[in-house]
T-cell receptor, first 109, second 112 residues
Framework: GQSLEQPSEVTAVEGAIVQINCTYQTSGFYGLSWYQQHDGGAPTFLSYNALDGLEETGRFSSFLSRSDSYGYLLLQELQMKDSASYFCAVSPGNTPLVFGKGTRLSVIA | KAGVTQTPRYLIKTRGQQVTLSCSPISGHRSVSWYQQTPGQGLQFLFEYFSETQRNKGNFPGRFSGRQFSNSRSEMNVSTLELGDSALYLC???????????FGPGTRLTVL
């Protein structure tokens, strides 16, 4: 089976940096994705890592270590609008994404 | 390009009834997946359709079913509704090339 673990809640200050970790156990693995979901909204794609290392997209970066079955999402220069839920998801291969339960990020002034 | 659309956006039903939800994927996308989202449980995969065929199925009872039409639009049906079926039902389409899924706004189902 597949399972993903990520913190349920994280609080950070506006302008700071926050890291959201994700560990996974899957029978197959093609890559790790991150999605953002604001309250009342739909999940939106942030990033995808198929290979080890860091992928940077503006203020957001995502990291993957396949040997450690671990990844993280790094948000820099936090803004109030970054308050949302963040989901990691794995691609086991021949099945659609398996999502973690999400991390609720609260950005405070 | 228009995004994924879902209808209806909100629905209230009573126990024992059935419901049909609709999803129109992004033009050109042939894969449509359905997820159930409840507080604290994240997104749980229901099923995936590709070219009118169910390609994958999650661990949900047989009361949950779906289908896909030749224009890639998809419907999911829940029969004999239970209180625990109250959730946000999300549909996502994918072009299949880069694992990115595009989600619709969801249908919020309340079962009374």
């Amino acid at each position: 089976g597949q399972s993903l673990e990520q913190p349920s809640e994280v609080t950070a200050v506006e302008g700071a940096i926050v890291q959201i970790n994700c560990t996974y156990q899957t029978s197959g693995f093609y890559g790790l994705s991150w999605y953002q979901q604001h309250d009342g909204g739909a999940p939106t794609f942030l990033s995808y890592n198929a290979l080890d290392g860091l992928e940077e997209t503006g203020r957001f970066s995502s990291f993957l270590s396949r040997s450690d079955s671990y990844g993280y999402l790094l948000l820099q220069e936090l803004q109030m609008k970054d308050s949302a839920s963040y989901f990691c998801a794995v691609s086991p291969g021949n099945t659609p994404l398996v999502f973690g339960k999400g991390t609720r990020l609260s950005v405070i002034a | 390009k228009a995004g994924v659309t879902q209808t209806p956006r909100y629905l209230i039903k009573t126990r024992g009834q059935q419901v049909t939800l609709s999803c129109s994927p992004i033009s050109g996308h042939r894969s449509v997946s359905w997820y159930q989202q409840t507080p604290g449980q994240g997104l749980q995969f229901l099923f995936e359709y590709f070219s009118e065929t169910q390609r994958n199925k999650g661990n949900f009872p047989g009361r949950f079913s779906g289908r896909q039409f030749s224009n890639s639009r998809s419907e999911m049906n829940v029969s004999t509704l239970e209180l625990g079926d109250s959730a946000l039902y999300l549909c996502a389409s994918s072009g299949g090339l880069d694992n990115e899924q595009f989600f619709g706004p969801g249908t919020r189902l309340t079962v009374l």
